[in-house]
């Protein structure tokens, strides 16, 4: 097996998600870009998108680090926006995309028009979230966002399955159809729940952050894998799993955070570069497909198609934003008042991605009575054509229309001020504490020890009011700002003597690095706050 594609278009790919953060344009849109031109430059080799490898192996991952990094509080506060999302529109655009499909293209039977409407009706809100951080959108519209890019894959999945058993002969009507639903939705849920406890027990109890870590990567795939195993759908389990670790890492000792941190960030950054970039390499296989449709002819049915899978998301969400609340005083009351701004917004970052291609590509290619599925190439192509379109006019376009509706982003003041005075609590809890555990001998420190303990209480408390408070004049940074400056300076003077000491022998490669990692817990300290 040849491994120099494979690392060329991993190392390809995160230059160019790397060089994107020096860009106001969103990474995805440029690594899309560049796939869409490396696929034709000469010696360029083909990747072509294996639906068995992306479902089961790159699915799970993103999925997992998405959820763990999401707020389960939030989530839940705006479930019901979310799931009109995630599962109302899902099936509403199946179905309003799938019909016009069969209205627009001549032939092509119905059933087959419903597995292209659930090919593209989950939008990927990985672009439409980075830029929603980048530009500083509500909370509010961030968590909706996210919350439907964590459970509509399992709605267009299940639908996909249903509408493709029609499609190939198999036989799905409507009660096999919602069995089939029940199943996934009820068993993905189930199975998740039914692991997420042990896992957490499992994490606590392990005592090496090494081997926390090496399950906290297989966490993913076992819940996909287990739920998948009997129907269910594993992004369902996936995310119940990660919500609730997340929700509990507090519990797990602090080497292991720092780790998994460090290590799910990479694997997140890797998976997400690969993944858009694979987007755009799949063309040439795409085109090569089409067969007796010409090339003009199917790029009008896809301009259709682009056309109606925007519309459509229009139709479904400023209804499912405004109707609930006019018809019940219960949502008024509990949710805060909304305007247009809301829905345009996310209307627009519908963007699809990945999973719509790689669903689209286990089509198989034949019926079950042995004749050619109809119209598999240019389902292939009207997919390809979707997702790169939503990817680029409304990607690019977004941050234009966020600006254009001059949307508040969270009031950064407002933040800081809570966190301060959460911190404020916290510190004096922690000093009574200190007191009561200082107050008994077996506790006993020698003055300096204990002033130190007090000192870093005392840091930790005005830290984020200094946050608050006057510049300096000459450096225009706040006190606070100062500070984290000289201590990452200091830290560096101190790293720079133990390799000294280590390379004139006074100490051997052990003791720096045991020398040089407490010193590297202290700068991540120090990044910590600066976070």
Request: glycine share 8%.
């Amino acid at each position: 097996m040849d491994v120099f594609p494979l690392v060329g278009l991993v190392a390809g790919s995160a230059v160019i998600a790397g060089a994107a953060r020096r860009t106001p344009v969103a990474a995805p849109l440029l690594l899309v870009t560049a796939g869409l031109i490396a696929a034709y430059v000469p010696g360029v080799p083909e990747y072509a998108l294996d639906p068995h490898i992306v479902l089961p192996l790159l699915l799970p991952p993103l999925l997992y680090t998405a959820a763990v990094d999401s707020s389960y509080l939030d989530l839940r506060a705006h479930a019901r926006p979310i799931a009109l999302l995630s599962v109302g529109y899902v099936l509403f655009a199946t179905l309003a995309v799938g019909w016009l499909v069969h209205l627009l293209v001549p032939g092509l039977p119905l059933t087959a028009a419903l597995v292209l409407g659930a090919v593209v009706a989950p939008p990927d809100a990985v672009a439409a979230t980075a830029i929603a951080r980048r530009l500083g959108l509500p909370s509010r519209i961030t968590t909706i966002l996210q919350g439907e890019s964590l459970l509509n894959d399992a709605t267009a999945i299940t639908a996909f399955k249903v509408a493709l058993a029609a499609a190939v002969g198999a036989g799905a009507g409507w009660g096999s159809g919602s069995a089939e639903f029940a199943l996934a939705s009820v068993g993905g849920v189930g199975i998740g729940l039914v692991l997420m406890v042990p896992l957490h027990w499992l994490r606590t109890r392990l005592t090496e952050a090494l081997l926390q870590n090496t399950l906290s990567l297989l966490i993913p795939f076992v819940a996909y894998a287990a739920a998948e195993a009997v129907g269910a759908s594993g992004v369902l389990a996936v995310v119940v799993v990660a919500l609730h670790l997340g929700h509990r890492s507090w519990q797990v000792d602090f080497e292991t955070r720092l780790q998994e941190a460090a290590v799910w960030r990479m694997v997140a950054f890797v998976l997400e570069s690969v993944v858009f970039a694979l987007i755009g390499l799949q063309l040439p296989l795409v085109l090569r497909g089409l067969g007796e449709y010409g090339g003009a002819q199917a790029l009008l049915y896809a301009v259709g198609i682009f056309v109606a899978v925007v519309v459509v998301r229009f139709v479904w969400v400023f209804p499912a934003t405004f109707l609930p609340r006019a018809l019940s005083a219960r949502i008024r009351e509990r949710e805060p008042d909304t305007d247009r701004t809301a829905p345009l917004i996310v209307g627009w970052a519908g963007m699809r991605g990945v999973v719509s291609l790689a669903i689209a590509f286990s089509i198989p290619l034949t019926t079950h009575d042995g004749e050619p599925f109809p119209g598999r190439d240019l389902i292939l192509f009207l997919t390809f054509v979707t997702v790169i379109g939503t990817l680029v006019v409304q990607g690019l376009t977004l941050p234009a229309l966020i600006r254009l509706l001059k949307v508040a982003g969270p009031d950064r003041q407002a933040r800081t001020l809570a966190e301060a005075q959460a911190q404020s609590e916290a510190s004096t809890a922690a000093e009574r504490r200190l007191d009561e555990l200082l107050a008994d001998e077996r506790n006993a420190l020698p003055k300096p020890l204990a002033d130190r303990l007090r000192t870093g209480l005392e840091r930790r408390r005005n830290a984020v009011w200094e946050r608050l408070g006057a510049v300096n004049e000459v450096t225009g940074e706040s006190a606070d700002e100062t500070y984290r400056r000289l201590s990452r300076e200091m830290i560096e003077a101190e790293r720079a003597v133990f390799v000294e000491l280590r390379d004139g022998r006074r100490i051997d490669d052990e003791m720096m690095r045991t020398l040089l990692r407490r010193l590297d817990l202290e700068e991540a300290a120090v990044y910590r706050e600066e976070g």
